[in-house]
């Protein structure tokens, strides 16, 4: 498999690429894990409530303000990674439903090895293609769908387009929701492009994100929320401006212009997100 060891880091070929477990120096029992040099989850296996990449937090406080503290909630994840948001939802929401599905089966037992997560028989990880989980979940079978699938640091193409989109909005209960990490950099088409795409079958919708990537300045993430009733926006708006690194909540009338004359994204034209500039994630490991 090439694995090979030092200084506690683990590294192995999976079928997405070469991933890296690295210990968290700064923080014991935490770890990152990264897929071909880019960061894609930090887990610690301590404290499942903390929460390291801003992202995810925003993910976080998302699936936090959308029902009662508390509350199980049956949530459909589309990419494990390192499992960090089930961790958080199995936590902070007991006896939740969760369903994962991950592609990249060799990453999931290394995951699976390195960083167990606890046992949980309402946690289930399904080795498959994300859109094909979709299509063979039931209708109205989940109150959250989670999109964070990348490969290669992109979206791929087919979780991009307005019939995927439908299949989120059929396997959501009515008043469930979904939440997209959507990565992207100037001039912002593909985040232009999804909000659309998104809200032309789950129309009420917010987004959250630093205020430079919103503009348009750099490269970064964005957390895009939508459903069919109002999202909780005043909610969401106190807890991004509280974070570690304060974030900008878009919605309504801002959200129009956000995504004002961005067409509508189709299986036939669907192409992969605007990859990551070269360097962003030089680690200088």
Not at 27 to 39: I, Q
Not at 77 to 90: F, W
């Amino acid at each position: 498999m090439g694995r090979k060891r030092a200084a506690d880091r683990v590294a192995e070929q999976v079928e997405t690429g070469r991933a890296e477990l690295v210990p968290d120096r700064d923080r014991p029992g935490s770890w990152t894990l990264l897929l071909d040099g880019a960061p894609q989850s930090h887990v610690d296996l301590t404290d499942p409530t903390h929460l390291e990449f801003e992202y995810v937090r925003r993910l976080a406080a998302a699936v936090d303000l959308i029902a009662p503290a508390g509350a199980p909630l049956r949530v459909l994840h589309l990419g494990g990674g390192a499992l960090t948001l089930p961790r958080y939802v199995s936590a902070t929401r007991p006896g939740s439903t969760q369903r994962v599905a991950e592609v990249d089966g060799a990453l999931v037992e290394l995951v699976r090895r390195v960083l167990p997560w606890p046992a949980d028989p309402r946690l289930r990880v399904r080795v498959a293609d994300a859109r094909a989980v979709l299509t063979g979940s039931r209708d109205a079978s989940y109150d959250v769908v989670v999109a964070d699938v990348f490969a290669g640091a992109r979206t791929p193409a087919h979780l991009t387009s307005v019939e995927y989109a439908a299949e989120v909005a059929r396997v959501l209960h009515p008043t469930g929701w979904y939440l997209a990490n959507l990565a992207d950099g100037p001039p912002l088409r593909h985040a232009r492009g999804q909000v659309a795409t998104v809200r032309s079958v789950l129309p009420r919708a917010a987004m959250v994100g630093d205020a430079a990537v919103l503009r348009g300045r750099r490269y970064g993430n964005l957390v895009l929320l939508a459903g069919r009733v109002e999202p909780p926006v005043p909610e969401l708006t106190r807890r991004a401006a509280g974070d570690w690194f304060p974030g900008r909540v878009v919605a309504g009338a801002d959200l129009d212009r956000f995504a004002g004359g961005a067409s509508i994204v189709r299986d036939a034209d669907a192409t992969g997100s605007a990859p990551p500039p070269p360097g962003l994630f030089s680690t200088g490991h």
